[in-house]
């Protein structure tokens, strides 16, 4: 059937071009540098056990049987917006299956017939996802190019009712960060800018508590609508929006992905608050894997590459396809297990390793690794 030879060929053509995604199992013994289990609680036994022996009544169940709309509107629900809610000092928080559930599915709930939307260059699939599924007329900014945004705006703000900036908080190919303050005076600067941050590589590891770059910085006040997700960090999965009342009840209403999914499991649910509210002691966590990203950056730029890592991410720009997959094999051979991102992820020409720390990697371990730069 022609359909089965067209499905084939356009494979044959990935594989061709090197482009061909497979599924694979974390080889054992490495140490898993493309994770972004950010704070090393995966692997925390003792911290696990201690949510498993916390785990009383209704919080066991690991179905919560429909949607949140019908019957699956659970405790652990309620309590965990409550949570966030209060933590960030927001009238509202909404839980969701998961990030790209809420990035798909949040816009297209708010937009209206004059809604613009200014989005960075580099954001993440799910929010262009859900920029696409709202309809709404858009523009791309330069990455991490608040000033380009500030010229859409002065060109086009007038002539539209709302326009949301969009945007993330610490970016997930090259680990750099938004001027958040400087986002923040677009909003005031254009009474009509709507703020939709999303923070999935700042909880957890940036600010005092871990509650994002946002909350770091004393902005996340001014953030309309500030996303979160629980499957990086805070090891578990799912995602929030904290927002105002009437954003929650809105979406509640209106958006899809959050009305036709069968709600979290209990269990899960219960899991993602006992993270989070075990996320103001993590400092020290926060600070090892903060200082190594930091180290690892200064090693890359010492071999006169640029980097322009801000945080846990780090970017090893090597340039080529096949050198990079070399690279990635000698980090491999020594135990360390990081892979190649390459173009049409990247840019042509940028193909690289990309580091993802976490503060499960012991300092010897890290040490070593540095070592690895030393060629
Ligand atoms: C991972 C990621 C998401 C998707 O979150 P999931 O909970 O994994 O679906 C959304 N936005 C950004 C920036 C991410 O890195």
């Known amino acids: 059937m022609k359909f089965f030879d067209r ?12 482009n061909l995604r497979t599924l694979r199992l974390l080889p054992e013994d490495t140490l898993n540098l493309s994770g972004n289990d950010y704070l090393g609680i995966l692997n925390d036994t003792a911290f696990r056990e201690g949510f498993y022996d916390s785990l009383t009544g209704e919080d066991r169940k690991l179905s919560a049987a429909s949607s949140r709309l019908l019957t699956g509107n659970v405790p652990a629900a309620v309590a965990l917006e409550e949570a966030l809610a209060q933590a960030y000092g927001t009238e509202a928080a909404l839980v969701f299956g998961s990030g790209y559930h809420a990035n798909t599915g949040i816009l297209p709930a708010l937009v209206g017939p004059k809604s613009l939307v200014l989005s960075d260059k580099l954001n ?26 500030r010229t859409f705006l002065e060109r086009y703000a007038a002539e539209y009712e709302e326009v949301f900036v969009m945007t993330e908080s610490v970016f997930s190919m090259d680990g750099d960060c938004t001027d958040l303050e400087a986002l923040v005076k677009l909003k005031h600067d254009f009474p009509n800018v709507v703020l939709y941050l999303d923070e999935a590589h ?11 770059l946002a909350h770091a910085k004393g902005v996340h006040h001014e953030i309309d609508l500030l996303v ?17 009342s009437v954003i929650r009840e809105t979406l509640i209403n209106k958006m899809r992905p959050f009305i036709f999914t069968t709600a979290l499991p209990p269990v ?55 050198a990079t997959i070399l690279e990635a094999q000698r980090f491999r051979q020594a135990g360390f297990y990081v892979l190649p991102i390459r173009p049409p992820t990247v840019p042509r ?14 300092e010897a371990d890290f040490e070593r690794l540095l070592t690895l730069f030393q060629h």
């Open 7 to 18: 499905l084939t060929s356009d494979l044959t053509t990935l594989r061709e071009a090197g």
């Open 124 to 149: 993440h699939a799910s929010m262009i996802d859900g920029i696409r599924a709202s309809g709404a007329t858009f523009y791309r900014f330069r990455h991490n190019d608040l000033a380009h945004a």
């Open 202 to 212: 700042g909880v957890g590891v940036f600010g005092e508590t871990g509650l994002g």
């Open 228 to 244: 979160g997700t629980f499957g990086k960090a805070l090891c578990s999965t799912g995602a929030f929006v904290v927002c105002s």
């Open 268 to 322: 899960n649910l219960a899991w993602t608050l006992y993270v989070f509210r075990a996320l103001a002691g993590m400092t020290a966590r926060r600070r090892h894997v903060l200082s190594m990203g930091q180290r690892l950056a200064e090693a890359i730029r010492g071999k006169g590459i640029a980097c322009v890592s801000a945080s846990h991410i780090v970017p090893y720009v090597i340039g080529e396809n096949d």
């Open 349 to 362: 020409g940028t193909a690289r390793l990309r580091f993802s720390l976490s503060a499960e990697i012991a």
